[in-house]
């Protein structure tokens, strides 16, 4: 044993004096790289997304955030043609950005350009994360792998390559909120609250908690009241009065749902008020929402938990929890954004809660050994507390490193599953032939493609996005293998491919266009034809 020790201690002796040199290099640069591994970031997802829409494997997500952006350059202010109840795109609340980044689409009319925009958006929020960092912990160097933490994260990834989310803007606000904050300037504060409501009705939600956490921190009461003040008004604003005004329905009811906690907002509030054991059966009782509650903590060591940041996470944390739409508690979709970033700055917290923590035993206990005395600094316990910090941020990063890769990496899945060069080369002459402008139902993975026009629906429909609706179109144009077709869709498709009212335009190996004929129905068909076109 003592042997291994000399050895050890000889070993440390030669390396340690350039294990320090290195460090001290790494910090000097740390906020150049941070600069440089954003870019890449940007340069990488922006083509790797442009790749996956080229390749076929942006879906009808892309299609109708597009629509809609392209409805309201032409003059035509969120509307949209492929949703349950509404002819805006009001499904769960107004989105004032759709405004700003209908000039930037215009400058150049393409899904690309919203592609890139979502990347830029995604990597722009690492840099308020990165100051942020340099406020809590010690070293440069830590804040770029606070960095690099959030860049590789799976939800990032996820948001970034699953065609387009709005939810992508919430984190450079969400985070410039927080930046904002803690450096007590007002107005970018406010302005970047503000632009979170305009992102996504849920943030109003993540206002109030933003209230309690500058009150729990002790800031001034103008950071205090703005964001408790302006998050429930948006809420009930944009869910009680814009969104029933502009719908025939209730989407966030009859589409989304809410679950065994009541059927609108306010019952869901006022039964976890009253009743919160029932929201914990509800987590309790669902492995999958156990998983995602352990995933979400458990990439960062669960170290987040020693933080009050946490606090900012809760309120969407909590609305994944009590949905019971799975996709909505999977770290592979968008609804994360406004739970997952927060977890990161926590973590880093965190790290630095363990590493004062250990140095203060350590003097403690050389206190009571008698090698310390307590009324004095010791001057070796802020090195040691940053040796700590040093271990927790690197072992964060291969954490990291090991969820990117382990939980359904999508840039792995992108090399995987995609269509072959025939289906491409097929798929592009087919959407070619569809005349522009026309009233068009699309399958998923054409939409994206497809969607410059005032009339767009999805076939072949959903609960979502109603299969009544292709009544109304005049062109179809569908792929007879579409990836995870069911036996329904399949037999729809032959439906419609034998129907005397539809014929076939073109064909294109698995890719078919339709157009929409007259022909006599009789009494009985013209009877059909309405009860369809009025479901």
């Known amino acids: 044993m003592a042997g291994w020790s000399v050895r050890l201690h000889s070993a440390l002796s030669r390396h340690l004096p350039l294990l320090l040199k290195s460090r001290h290099a790494l910090n000097r640069a740390a906020p150049h790289l941070a600069v440089g591994v954003v870019a890449l ?32 350059l032409h003059g035509r202010p969120f509307r949209t043609s492929i949703f349950a109840f509404m002819d805006y795109d009001f499904d769960d609340g107004p989105v004032l950005l759709q405004l700003p980044l209908a000039l930037l689409y215009g400058i150049h009319p393409a899904p690309s350009t919203l592609l890139f925009l979502q990347t830029v958006a995604l990597g722009l929020a690492a840099w308020p994360l990165y100051l942020v960092g340099r406020e809590l912990l010690p070293e440069p160097w830590h804040a770029l792998a606070l960095v690099l933490l959030y860049l590789l994260h799976p939800t990032t990834q996820h948001i970034n390559l699953y065609e387009f989310q709005l939810r992508a803007f919430l984190l450079p606000f969400a985070l410039g909120s927080l930046l904002f904050l803690r450096w007590e300037w007002w107005w970018p504060y406010v302005a970047c609250l503000l632009l979170m409501i305009a992102t996504k009705t849920e943030a109003g939600f993540t206002l109030v908690a933003f209230g309690l956490y500058a009150l729990l921190t002790r800031r001034s009461w103008h950071f205090v009241l703005p964001p408790l003040l302006i998050g429930p008004l948006w809420v009930v604003l944009a869910l009680g009065v814009i969104v029933p005004h502009f719908s025939r329905g209730d989407f966030i009811r009859d589409i989304y749902r809410y679950g065994v906690l009541g059927n609108s907002i306010g019952e869901v509030i006022w039964n976890l008020a009253t009743n919160p054991l029932r929201f914990l059966h509800t987590v309790m009782s669902t492995p999958e929402k156990l998983t995602y509650v352990g995933l979400l903590f458990g990439i960062q060591g669960f170290l987040a938990l020693l933080s009050p940041t946490t606090l900012l996470a809760l309120p969407v944390l ?52 008698g090698t310390g005395k307590e009324d004095e600094e010791d001057e070796e316990d802020a090195p040691y507390a940053h040796g700590v910090a040093n271990a927790g941020m690197a072992l964060l ?129 013209e009877r059909q034809h309405g009860e369809e076109v009025g479901t």
């Open 41 to 72: 970031y940007i340069a990488t997802f922006t083509a790797l997304s442009i790749l996956k829409l080229a390749l076929l494997r942006q879906g009808f997500d892309m299609a109708g955030n597009e629509q809609t952006i392209w409805n309201t």
């Open 318 to 369: 909590a609305m994944n929890l009590i949905a019971p739409n799975r996709v909505q508690f999977s770290l592979n979709y968008q609804y994360p954004a406004l739970v997952y970033p927060f977890l990161l700055v926590a973590a880093a917290e965190g790290v630095m809660v363990v590493a004062r923590g250990v140095a203060h035993l350590r003097k403690n206990r050389a206190t009571a050994t």
């Open 397 to 525: 990063v291969v954490g990291a490193l090991v969820a990117n890769v382990a939980l359904n990496n999508v840039v792995l899945g992108l090399l995987r599953h995609h269509e072959s060069a025939a289906r491409v080369a097929d798929a592009r002459a087919i959407i070619a032939q569809v005349p522009p402008g026309v009233p068009l139902a699309a399958s998923s993975f054409l939409a994206p493609h497809l969607a410059q026009r005032e009339e767009l629906f999805f076939f072949p429909g959903n609960q979502s996005y109603p299969r009544a609706y292709l009544a109304r179109a005049e062109y179809l144009v569908a792929d007879r293998h579409a990836p995870g077709m069911s036996q329904e869709e399949r037999e729809l498709l032959h439906d419609y491919l034998h129907r005397p009212d539809w014929e076939i335009v073109a064909q294109e190996g698995d890719f078919v266009l339709l157009r929409r004929v007259r022909y006599d129905r009789g009494e009985e068909g």
